[in-house]
T-cell receptor, first 113, second 117 residues
Framework: NAGVTQTPKFRVLKTGQSMTLLCAQD?????MYWYRQDPGMGLRLIHY???????AKGEVPDGYNVSRLKKQNFLLGLESAAPSQTSVYFC????????????FGEGSRLTVL | GESVGLHLPTLSVQEGDNSIINCAYS??????FIWYKQESGKGPQFIID?????DKRQGQRVTVLLNKTVKHLSLQIAATQPGDSAVYFC????????????????FGSGTQLTVLP
């Protein structure tokens, strides 16, 4: 059982370049999330999705776009990367319900030069 | 704004001793709290959760205590082992206004637990 898989795991971009991070989950979860983690800080929610075809803004959505065309996939896009977007990005999924436990991927480290 | 924070950024304990990691929260409307463990180079991993209608919850070697009066959360790890070395995050849940059961978690900055031999 793979759980939550993120690709790529590492990427270096130049300012202004675009890229997409892919998150795939095989647990049939309805809810998916993208977080960023910066040194000395907790995870901050960028965008999330409550189901296929839906997306919503989180705490820090500016500069990012997302899409959930298939239930198992949640894509995070950077149209014009900036150095401030250098971070470790984590995808998570959950089934919802009473517990709301989030299952996280192993992270994607992005460096913007 | 409201936030979740931790009292200490680092904690070192001897192997076999008990560990206590503390967390303060300020959102009185939060109804659900979670502790996550993050090992180096990995994503956060769920440890234990507690709802606001409870004061204490126990798991395997871990106990979470919730004091709503002073908005304080703690994680107790019994007989700490080397494998417990990690960063521990508390998170509070702000239920989405119109997003069903989607959990908008607010994470603290984390406490680095180091287990000494």
């Amino acid at each position: 059982n793979a759980g939550v898989t993120q690709t790529p795991k590492f990427r270096v971009l130049k300012t202004g370049q675009s890229m997409t991070l892919l998150c795939a989950q095989d647990m049939n979860h309805e809810y998916m999330y993208w977080y960023r983690q910066d040194p000395g800080m907790g995870l901050r929610l960028i965008h999330y999705s409550v189901g296929e075809g839906t997306t919503a803004k989180g705490e820090v959505p500016d500069g990012y776009n997302v899409s959930r065309l298939k239930k198992q996939n949640f894509l995070l896009g950077l149209e014009s990367a900036a150095p401030s977007q250098t971070s470790v990005y984590f995808c998570a999924s959950s089934s919802g319900g009473a517990t709301g436990e989030l299952f996280f991927g192993e992270g994607s480290r992005l460096t913007v030069l | 704004g409201e936030s979740v924070g931790l009292h200490l950024p680092t904690l070192s304990v001897q192997e076999g001793d008990n560990s206590i990691i503390n967390c303060a929260y300020s959102n009185s409307a939060s109804d659900y709290f979670i502790w996550y463990k993050q090992e180096s180079g990995k994503g956060p991993q769920f440890i234990i959760d507690i709802r606001s209608n409870m004061d204490k919850r126990q798991g395997q070697r871990v106990t979470v205590l919730l004091n709503k009066t002073v908005k304080h959360l703690s994680l107790q790890i019994a007989a700490t082992q080397p494998g417990d070395s990690a960063v521990y995050f508390c998170a509070e849940n702000r239920r989405g206004i119109s997003s069903g059961s989607a959990r908008q978690l607010t994470f603290g900055s984390g406490t680095q637990l180091t287990v000494l031999p």
